[in-house]
């Protein structure tokens, strides 16, 4: 598979990104795909904190998180998606599917053998993330939700269908300049540390293709997964659940995750972070102190 490989010096000097690179490359399915992840926090820690990201961003999104979960003795495993991130980024943006990406992170989870799992998600890690306990219920015991929904195939609101038709006519989307309109007190070096694993437009097949993906009509790739992951939030999860909500987000926003948390059973009323956009992980540190707080961990 054709796939370009994100120079190390793109890397240089982040800020507050101080965290050791980790890799896999012989993944079943995904052998010769390299896949970042980071790894944090004591070890033999007992619990583990996976948290995903989603489109554009990577694992920086979870700099502010990270800290804070692993300062409470917990592991913590934060993925680049293939495509993003220090991940291997394959050029034919066929590749990107609901489905080789499901697969992905499954094969992660048993590559690393995560066990008493709190899922972190977030946008396309919820996406992605919210049908993978149905799967390996045994794995999961904690969820950790912020912006995102369980597209069913049906429209997931008017704030997405623009972003969608903006994402599409932005081949070469410049992220900095998007991340700073989502989160207007982000700066400089914060919005360029998000660009930084796509140097130029041959990057951003990822980017471009994943608002494509979302299943908002029916017959569409991952249906029949979100389907049965709508199921068992809704019936059989007995964990404990918590919600955070970035309230200024134009599109998966309040109204969106009002649905989602009748969707979780048991999921007590959000965390609203008033100031918070769509890449509401940006107010993270004190989402995940409260989420710590709830947990009782």
């Given amino acids: 598979m054709d796939a370009l490989r994100t120079a190390d010096s793109q890397f240089a000097g982040l800020p507050d990104f101080d965290f050791a690179p980790h890799y896999v490359d012989d993944m079943p399915g995904y052998a010769g795909l390299r896949v970042h992840y980071l790894d944090e926090g004591p070890a033999g820690a007992t619990e583990t904190f996976l948290c995903l990201h989603g489109q554009p961003t990577w694992s920086y999104l979870?700099?502010?998180?990270?800290?804070?979960?692993?300062?409470?003795?917990?592991?913590?495993?934060?993925?680049?998606?293939?495509?993003?991130?220090?991940?291997?980024?394959?050029?034919?943006?066929?590749?990107?599917?609901?489905?080789?990406?499901?697969?992905?992170?499954?094969?992660?989870?048993?590559?690393?053998?995560?066990?008493?799992?709190?899922?972190?998600?977030?946008?396309?890690?919820?996406?992605?993330?919210?049908?993978?306990?149905?799967?390996?219920?045994?794995?999961?015991?904690r969820l950790l939700v912020m912006n995102t929904t369980i597209p069913l195939g049906a429209p997931v609101s008017d704030g997405f269908d623009r972003w969608r038709t903006y994402n599409r006519s932005q081949p070469d989307l410049d992220i900095a300049a998007l991340m700073q309109r989502s989160q207007p007190d982000m700066t400089d070096a914060e919005a360029a540390a998000y660009a930084a694993p796509f140097p130029d437009a041959r990057y951003k097949a990822g980017v471009r293709r994943f608002p494509e993906l979302v299943m908002t009509d029916p017959g569409m790739a991952g249906i029949a997964e979100a389907k049965r992951a709508a199921e068992f939030w809704r019936d059989e999860w007995s964990g404990p659940s918590f919600m955070a909500v970035g309230m200024a987000d134009p599109v998966l926003g309040p109204e969106v995750m009002a649905r989602l948390r009748a969707t979780i059973r048991g999921c007590p009323p959000p965390l609203e972070v008033a100031d918070g956009g769509h890449f509401v992980q940006e107010k993270g540190e004190a989402i995940a102190r409260a989420a710590l707080k709830a947990f009782g961990i």
């Fill in 62 to 141: 979870y700099r502010k998180m990270i800290p804070v979960f692993a300062g409470a003795g917990h592991r913590v495993i934060a993925p680049d998606l293939l495509g993003f991130g220090r991940s291997d980024k394959p050029v034919d943006e066929a590749v990107y599917t609901f489905a080789f990406h499901r697969g992905l992170l499954m094969a992660l989870i048993e590559r690393l053998d995560l066990q008493r799992i709190t899922l972190v998600c977030q946008d396309w890690g919820g996406i992605l993330g919210l049908t993978i306990p149905p799967a390996m219920p045994e794995r999961f015991e």
